[in-house]
């Protein structure tokens, strides 16, 4: 699409419906996201058909405004041929970029619609330079950053990125790093990451110390206040992001017009109601704690009665931001004709090539004095459109245009702009490819997959009758030195799935120090990890998000030597990920057989609504659900240096069933348990035995 010259940042609004992007257009948005339907992170959105998104491109379009649309969910083999038709129907609307996670959609979006530009969806969890240099390789021109970014990182990732980086700035916060969660998936059977999310986080789960035994959660410890970085626009603007983006596709018109309306004014370094952005949707008010460096308590919020009667005062007035459109279009106008000609020709054009003529009803009379200021005046009357007078230009004979009456002008300048913009209304669809999708092999069923197991410390390393049976043995990276070297043949090390601060550059410095020293690989958790893991053998891991044949076959031409299929995908659906090398060499998969699975991984600490400081703080936790049940917390390290993980407290089990999960390798992650429970659970996988305690079959036997 052809647009005026955009200022910079780029305003990205949310449109989950129609209602909403007719706001947000009309409110001053420079570009909006919109989903289409069945394959975005927000299924329960308005979203869009094939045909309402062709006309909701051509609405944007001929206002200047870009179409984002959202491929972002995780999926699954059988739907591929679905995803393909999804991204025809896109390139078909003239849509200007879609938004994707899996690199499968990115790969169908490169084979049948390369004129489509990519932007990299924060589910991708893309937060360091080499994430958004990895995304550069790969055909991306846009990395949208993760929301756990202080300013010093973001101002980083933008110095040294080849592409353009977005940054969401005002609206809600999920308490786990997107694309890092599975907690509405395994407790309520609704996957954030397949567009689902039932928002688990926004119920109580309380960290209050001295619960009884049993007793029910009241305090929601999860639940995180929402974004507001737009006091924050001009160090924003200072970095280099090319987009500020507005979170809420599930919220309102009137949201949606106070959020644009605040972030153009903020923009232009000029106020804005900050009473009215706060009154139209907040959880006890807003935070910017993420961009600040501050990680505590004043972070998380709830919304409360007096917030939603707030929001019913403030909607009226956040619905005058939209009654009329924005006036953005320059219109230069071209008067021809005249007295001498029996009439006026009036030329209306744009800055893009777009040019129209209408012709007067009646003939001109000779003019008692100079007409041009009249004419003038009455073709700047452009309210009510998206155009904006730039000019008005005389060609006519020597008569000059003579007298019409200031009704005719008015109705030429309607007649023109109407036609004008009907004009740059008309599709222009995107050219397409017709392919043709891979045949995958399936995984065969029926044979036990060899075992291997991860420690989250080298302390928990059973007996050495235990180590001879475990194919590999997984570790994380800061483990290194704890490792005895002759069990480095079958050890892997595991990369961090999140990587803040100086965490990314330390893990490249153990890296580089690694060659020759005999471990068997690296478990890579991040795009990111791609670009600097070898010389080691890499394995595809947890925090990749593997479900499908396509994504897991351009994982292996990134390198990976092994894959992790992701614990959300039914047995069903997990037979179809068998890649392969290009010399038909098959590369092996794994799944979870036993684990605590981490649920969230959040840089946030819940326990800060009830701890002060992290002095003293034995760096774990629990949270209390509204069932009586602890859900354990673990934290990396003190502050905004640290990774808090939030663990299910019943555990995933398969050992009797092994001959049913259709992998290589089946893992045991071993996270909270002692040692001796650690030889416990390897004696029931060793001999496929029942478990001897409360366990979940997750969700292998779901129908996904």
């Not at 790093?177 to 599975?182: K, R």
């Amino acid at each position: 699409m052809e647009q005026t010259v955009l200022q910079r940042p780029e305003i990205l609004a949310p449109a989950g419906n129609a209602d909403m992007l007719r706001a947000a257009v009309f409110a001053g948005a420079d570009a909006v996201y919109l989903g289409l339907d069945g394959y975005n992170a927000r299924r329960s959105a308005g979203n869009f058909d094939p045909d309402v998104l062709r006309e909701a491109v051509c609405f944007c379009h001929a206002r200047g405004v870009a179409v984002h649309v959202t491929l972002n969910t995780l999926v699954y083999a059988a739907e591929l041929g679905g995803l393909a038709d999804a991204v025809r129907a896109v390139a078909a609307a003239g849509a200007d970029a879609v938004i994707v996670d899996d690199l499968a959609t990115a790969q169908l979006v490169r084979s049948i619609a390369p004129g489509l530009r990519l932007h990299g969806s924060t589910q991708m969890s893309i937060h360091t330079a080499e994430g958004a240099k990895m995304l550069a390789k790969l055909g991306y021109s846009r990395a949208i950053l993760a929301r756990e970014l202080s300013l010093a990182e973001i101002e980083a990732v933008v110095k040294a990125s080849p592409i353009e980086c977005e940054v969401f700035v005002h609206g809600a916060m999920c308490m786990s790093m997107s694309g890092q969660c599975m907690m509405s998936a395994f407790l309520g059977g609704r996957s954030g990451n397949r567009g689902a999310c039932a928002g688990p986080c926004r119920l109580p789960f309380d960290a209050t110390n001295g619960l009884r035994p049993g007793q029910p959660g009241k305090a929601c410890h999860l639940s995180l206040k929402d974004m507001d970085l737009v006091p924050h626009m001009a160090q924003l603007k200072a970095a280099g992001v090319a987009s500020i983006k507005i979170e809420g596709r599930l919220r309102t018109p009137e949201y949606a017009a106070a959020a644009v309306t605040a972030c153009r004014a903020a923009r232009a370094g000029q106020p804005y109601d900050e009473a009215l952005l706060r009154d139209i949707f907040s959880r006890s008010g807003f935070s910017d704690a993420y961009l600040v460096g501050r990680n505590d308590g004043t972070m998380f919020g709830v919304r409360t009665e007096a917030d939603a009667a707030a929001t019913r005062a403030a909607t009226p007035k956040a619905r005058e931001l939209f009654r009329r459109e924005l006036e953005r279009i320059p219109v230069h106008f071209c008067v021809s004709g005249g007295v001498e000609d029996g009439g006026i020709k009036l030329t209306a054009f744009d800055d893009n090539g777009s040019r129209v003529n209408v012709y007067s009803a009646d003939e001109p009379q000779p003019a008692q004095k100079d007409p041009a200021p009249g004419i003038e005046r009455a073709l700047g009357k452009t309210g009510g459109t998206p155009f904006t007078c730039a000019g008005v230009e005389f060609a006519c004979g020597e008569g000059g245009p003579g007298f019409l009456p200031g009704s005719a002008w008015n109705e030429m300048r309607r007649e023109a702009l109407d036609k004008l913009l009907q004009k740059r209304s008309e599709p222009a669809p995107l050219a397409t490819k017709e392919i043709t999708l891979p045949e995958y092999a399936e995984h065969e069923v029926g044979m036990i997959p060899q075992l291997a197991a991860r420690f989250e410390t080298a302390a928990q390393l059973p007996g050495a009758e235990y180590l001879a049976k475990l194919r590999y043995l997984i570790l994380p990276i800061r483990e290194v030195d704890a490792v005895p070297q002759p069990l480095r043949c079958k050890t892997l090390l595991e990369l961090p799935r999140a990587a803040f601060g100086t965490v990314e550059p330390d893990t490249m410095r153990r890296l580089a120090a690694l060659e020759g020293s005999g471990f068997a690989g690296v478990v890579a958790n991040n795009l990111a990890q791609f670009g600097y893991a070898s010389p080691l053998p890499v394995f595809g891991g947890l925090g990749l998000n593997v479900t499908n044949p396509m994504s897991a076959a351009e994982y292996v031409c990134l390198g990976a030597r092994g894959l992790l299929v992701q614990p959300e995908t039914a047995l069903t659906a997990m037979r179809a990920v068998a890649p392969r090398q290009k010399d038909g060499t098959p590369v092996p998969t794994a799944a979870l057989c036993y684990g605590h699975l981490p649920l969230m991984l959040t840089r946030a600490c819940p326990l800060r609504n009830v701890r002060t400081s992290c002095a003293g703080c034995t760096h774990k936790g629990k949270l209390r659900d509204r069932k009586g049940r602890d859900f354990p917390v673990r934290c990396s390290a003190p502050g905004s240096a640290g990774m808090r993980t939030v663990f299910n407290p019943v555990p995933l089990y398969m050992g009797d069933r092994l001959t049913e999960m259709p992998v290589d390798l089946a893992v045991a992650a071993f996270t909270l348990e002692p040692a001796d429970r650690v030889e416990e659970v390897l004696t029931h996988l060793f001999h496929q035995q029942p478990f001897d305690g409360e366990f979940t079959r997750g969700l292998y036997y779901t129908n996904n």
